[in-house]
């Protein structure tokens, strides 16, 4: 009896370390498909960019770095930050330094941005960040960046329920979250993923919530992981910036 105690335990801790092994090699293979990065908007600039000040669409990461560096500052960060129009005006939503750029899009239509429920990130004039669905949004003039896009990933903790496990509906993606400390973590893959897999990687993250941003045209610029695009053709971009050390 006792032998077979010894045998049953063994059994059971090596089920254990095969399951630890293969969760453990799992997310590893996740950690390589997602390229991520947090922002503390307590203590870093993080900002959304439109135009330059000739009232030019910056269009790509390179036109908006080359802009920030003549302003004496380094961009440590940029990505694409949600869909726009052909004329590359932000899609829905979008408020810059505390001033409506374009107004809230709350009508039906097709494709990702108007698969509902979509969602609106947004950072406050204390420098809170929120990730919100649009019907839930309430503009009281302290929001200081906002970008509108859809669909949301996570709401209230929960996958989306229009996102299917196993789903053939692949692409390059990305997205923006909040995670427990407050934090906001962008999150885009370096390979073609579908909506399920993608949201499911910001709920392991902790995140209640989380908003995609955009597909096939998202880039990131990255140069601590040595993931530095510059090209892109779009509308608003999320940047990070830091003074130039002398």
Same mark, same amino acid.
């Given at each position: 009896?006792?032998?077979?105690?010894?045998?049953?335990?063994?059994?059971?801790?090596?089920?254990?370390?095969?399951?630890?092994?293969?969760?453990?090699?799992?997310?590893?293979?996740?950690?390589? @498909?997602?390229?991520?990065?947090?922002?503390? *908007?307590?203590?870093?600039?993080? !900002? /959304?960019?439109?135009?330059?000040?000739?009232? $030019?669409?910056?269009?790509?990461?390179?036109?908006?770095?080359?802009?920030? $560096?003549?302003?004496?500052? *380094?961009?440590? #960060?940029?990505?694409?930050?949600?869909?726009?129009?052909? &004329?590359?005006?932000? !899609?829905?939503?979008?408020? @810059?330094?505390?001033?409506?750029?374009?107004? /809230?899009?709350?009508? &039906?239509?097709?494709?990702? #941005?108007? /698969?509902? +429920?979509?969602?609106?990130?947004?950072?406050?004039?204390?420098?809170? +960040? #929120?990730?919100?669905?649009?019907?839930?949004?309430?503009? =009281? %003039?302290?929001?200081?960046?906002?970008? @509108?896009?859809?669909?949301?990933?996570?709401?209230?903790? @929960?996958?989306?329920?229009?996102?299917?496990? %196993?789903?053939?509906?692949?692409?390059?993606?990305?997205?923006?979250?909040? /995670? +427990? &400390?407050?934090?906001?973590?962008?999150?885009?893959?370096?390979?073609?993923?579908?909506?399920?897999?993608?949201?499911?990687?910001?709920?392991?993250?902790?995140?209640?919530?989380?908003?995609?941003?955009?597909?096939?045209?998202?880039?990131?610029?990255? +140069?601590?992981? =040595?993931?530095?695009? *510059?090209?892109?053709?779009? %509308?608003?971009?999320?940047?990070?910036?830091?003074?130039?050390?002398?």
């Amino acid at each position: 009896m006792k032998r077979n105690g010894i045998i049953l335990l063994m059994g059971l801790l090596l089920l254990l370390t095969a399951g630890l092994i293969a969760f453990k090699t799992n997310q590893n293979a996740i950690d390589d @498909q997602i390229l991520t990065y947090t922002v503390d *908007t307590k203590t870093q600039d993080l !900002q /959304l960019f439109w135009k330059n000040d000739k009232g $030019e669409t910056f269009k790509s990461i390179q036109n908006l770095k080359n802009y920030v $560096e003549s302003k004496t500052l *380094t961009l440590t #960060f940029a990505m694409n930050g949600g869909m726009f129009n052909k &004329d590359f005006s932000p !899609q829905g939503l979008f408020i @810059q330094n505390k001033k409506i750029r374009m107004i /809230l899009d709350t009508a &039906d239509g097709n494709g990702n #941005f108007y /698969l509902k +429920p979509n969602g609106i990130f947004y950072i406050t004039t204390d420098n809170k +960040p #929120f990730v919100c669905k649009t019907t839930n949004f309430n503009y =009281n %003039g302290k929001i200081k960046y906002a970008t @509108q896009s859809g669909p949301m990933l996570i709401i209230d903790g @929960q996958v989306h329920s229009a996102f299917k496990d %196993g789903s053939t509906n692949l692409n390059i993606r990305n997205g923006v979250g909040i /995670l +427990p &400390d407050n934090r906001v973590v962008f999150a885009m893959s370096k390979t073609e993923i579908n909506f399920y897999d993608f949201a499911k990687y910001f709920q392991s993250l902790g995140c209640k919530n989380a908003l995609y941003l955009d597909g096939f045209v998202s880039r990131t610029y990255l +140069p601590e992981k =040595n993931w530095t695009q *510059t090209d892109g053709n779009f %509308g608003v971009i999320f940047g990070v910036t830091v003074k130039k050390n002398k």
